[in-house]
């Protein structure tokens, strides 16, 4: 796609989002960039409906990083509730952490400051410089990348992980003043997950409809590497997430037996879950009982 056809959709993307924005918390003008950093952690592999509410509660408790910083990464944990991939509470204790120590307290502005942070990548980094402080930063997720695979590149679907010609072309659509890229990050991720979907994608709602490579193709089907899927159910990662469960609603914690039979369908997982939480830090061993 030729530069000045890519401003115009980036324009035409930008003012869809303007009028049909959902109307997240953590978007608010007086939203600190704190609370935008802890709902980019939480909204990892997570959909935002479900993270709401939970946002909410943490910035309830902990408003700022040093609040949370004062407290154990336990405490992080139990409040990390049914979020899901609980490492990244870990993660984001220790960032809050290293803000603290490193920082004054305050989140820093840029993407290099910010990879310096546990648990901040490449696409966290550039998502609150961009979010918290309207930087000009590549912001890359999963719906931009479909986004621009689709309009670009007329394929239905990216490769399973962000390979670098990818990035070249998030690159070659980032507009040069700063504001515009900040509101095209979160209008091309907002078109990605409510209208480029990746199944049933809402192609006649598309406001860009008529610049897309791949709608212009006749939607040709995937015809690249088989894509990842998730399975949950009878997973190690249940097992895991039953027995942290158990452990949260009961901070004196279990002796190891009892807390093995919270997962009784397969001993041996059981035992392979609980390894992986007290290795991964999310649990720990007092004596014969495992506690947050």
Aim: glycine share 8%; aromatic share 8%; hydrophobic share 40%.
């Amino acid at each position: 796609m030729e530069p000045g056809q890519r401003r115009a959709v980036v324009r035409a993307v930008n003012q869809w989002y303007a009028h049909t924005a959902r109307d997240l918390p953590w978007r608010r003008v007086e939203t600190s960039p704190w609370a935008i950093m802890v709902s980019e952690f939480m909204a990892q592999q997570t959909p935002v409906a479900r993270v709401v509410g939970p946002w909410r509660e943490w910035l309830d408790r902990w408003p700022t990083p040093d609040s949370l910083a004062a407290e154990p990464s336990s405490a992080a944990v139990a409040a990390w509730g049914r979020l899901g991939y609980p490492r990244r509470a870990l993660r984001l204790h220790a960032a809050a952490t290293a803000v603290r120590d490193h920082f004054g307290g305050e989140v820093p502005h840029s993407v290099e400051e910010l990879r310096q942070l546990p648990g901040v990548g490449d696409y966290t980094a550039g998502a609150i410089a961009s979010f918290a402080f309207g930087a000009r930063a590549l912001v890359l997720d999963t719906n931009v990348r479909r986004v621009l695979t689709r309009l670009d590149v007329a394929r239905q679907f990216p490769a399973n992980s962000t390979t670098a010609a990818e990035r070249h072309l998030a690159m070659g659509w980032l507009p040069d003043d700063a504001p515009t890229a900040s509101r095209w990050a979160q209008a091309s991720m907002e078109l990605g997950a409510l209208v480029c979907t990746a199944a049933n994608p809402a192609c006649d709602e598309c406001p860009v409809r008529a610049d897309c490579a791949w709608l212009a193709a006749g939607r040709p089907a995937h015809d690249g590497p088989p894509r990842r899927t998730q399975a949950y159910a009878g997973t190690d990662r249940q097992a895991r997430g039953t027995l942290l469960g158990a452990l949260r609603t009961t901070p004196e914690g279990f002796e190891v037996s009892v807390l093995l039979q919270h997962w009784p369908t397969d001993p041996a997982q059981a035992s392979r879950a609980l390894d992986g939480l007290l290795s991964d830090g999310l649990a720990h061993r007092e004596g014969t009982r495992v506690i947050l």
